[in-house]
């Protein structure tokens, strides 16, 4: 034996030392679809050492690979993905897939001895995308808990907002809320068909920022919580459930959102909607089956992958609530939309006021700015580009109007706008337009108060004008009657 092979023996047989011992493993936490490699420890393989690896999962075990002589075999089934390294022995395995979790064994024979060392090798798929729903929405399906006296989810603190984060549970997942970058809660469970879930309490003016993260040993999946989709408030609870809300404009696209990331074949996902006291399924998956109402086959569309459902040209007439039924393993998750579809606003019209004005100043002039009323609709003046007044009714079967005194000589820009939550339009005021009438009849009664006797006078001249036109004819006449008689008396 020469010296550098008795040196590296000594030293291989060294570092062995921690290595060999029957049950010790080393860890390897590895995400699906990355690279996977094992190392052997030794720096340099001799032509005569041979290399083993073996693979161990549930009471099958497998040889994977092989060098001996330089010669390299590896198992068929990781042929294209994988390589032995033919100095070090070291294994790599390319997009390593989870059925690939166990124990890898490797057989290094040098010389005389053979060295072993195992590796615990743990594929986990990247972690779910946690959704947030409100508290009431997520229940188990067979636990109808009748015990709970009704007065306490009668009652709620009207201040708080509870709020629910889930995930699909899966092999070492644990689900956490986060405020700020500060952790508050965790929670796990070795149960596999289960939903995790924590819930969180939050008070309604809370404005810190909050978030979910699922996170396994390699991979981890934050959603921010947005306190006004979820927290609605204690009035819009209707049947004691709470609702995310959702307003839309007559004609666009509305996606309900499921907030989950991926589903399962098995899976199921219903949508219900209810507006007054009837309510249709209208969309529902079932592996991978998709059918929709006829009345929305042409325009909405079910994601195979998230459940979530998008209806294009929504109209009025879809107002009302949609039901998400998502059957996940043994669980039901229930999430509750108000839809609300709102028509475009119309423009308002802008009119002269005269006689609504109160004010007999004649420096002054009214305007008026009118629309007819509609669901959830404000009317407001601008000044610039600061509200001035504004004004709403829950009268639908109205006109909304708002009145607007303004000075004659005002050079400012005021303009009217109406608003709901999906729409506003404005129209700018045109003083010289709106104004003018009032100008006009203005200008008059200057005139008048300045020169009325000169018109008394003018009436009286034409008056007595016509007086005389009137004299004169009479006189023509009677003397043209009087001649006509004396020439008959004559010629008798
Ligand atoms: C990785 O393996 C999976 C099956 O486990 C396969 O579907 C996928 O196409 C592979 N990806 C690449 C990049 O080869
Ligand atoms: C964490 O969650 C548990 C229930 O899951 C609850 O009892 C506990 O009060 C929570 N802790 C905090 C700090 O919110
Ligand atoms: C939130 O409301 C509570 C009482 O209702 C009050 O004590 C607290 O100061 C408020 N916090 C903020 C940030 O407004
Ligand atoms: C999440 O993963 C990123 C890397 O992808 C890491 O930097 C971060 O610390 C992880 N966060 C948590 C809470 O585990
Ligand atoms: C949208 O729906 C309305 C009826 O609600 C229909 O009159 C209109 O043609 C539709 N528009 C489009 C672009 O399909
Ligand atoms: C408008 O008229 C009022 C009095 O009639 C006067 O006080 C004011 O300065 C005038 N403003 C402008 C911009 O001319
Ligand atoms: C009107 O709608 C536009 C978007 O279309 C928005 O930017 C603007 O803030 C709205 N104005 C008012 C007064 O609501």
Redesign the pocket.
Known sequence: MTISTCVFSVFFIISMEDLVNGEWHELKSVMEGDDLTLQTGVAELKGEDETMWLFTSGSQTTRIAQMYQSKVSLHKRLADRSQLDQQTGSLTIRNISASESGLYKLELTINDFISRRTFRVDVYAPVPVPFISAASSLSPIHDHDTSQPPEETEDPNRDFCSVLCSARNDRDVSISWYKGSEMMNQTSNPDLNIILSLPLELHYNDSEIYSCTTANPVSNKSVRLHMREICTRHEDLVNGEQHELKTVMEGDVLTLQTGVAELKGEDKTMWLFTSGSQTTRIAQMYQSKVSLHKRLTDRSQLDQQTGSLTIRNISASESGLYKLELTINDFISRRTFRVDVYAPVPVPFISSASSLSPIHDH?FCSALCSVRNDRDMSISWYKGSEMMIQTSNPDLNIILSLPLEL?????EIYSCTTANPVSNKSVRLHMREICQHIEHTHIEHEDCLDHCGGTEALIRLVLSGLVGIATVVFLVDHVRICSEKRRAAASV
């Open positions: 420096d000075h004659y000589n005002d050079s």
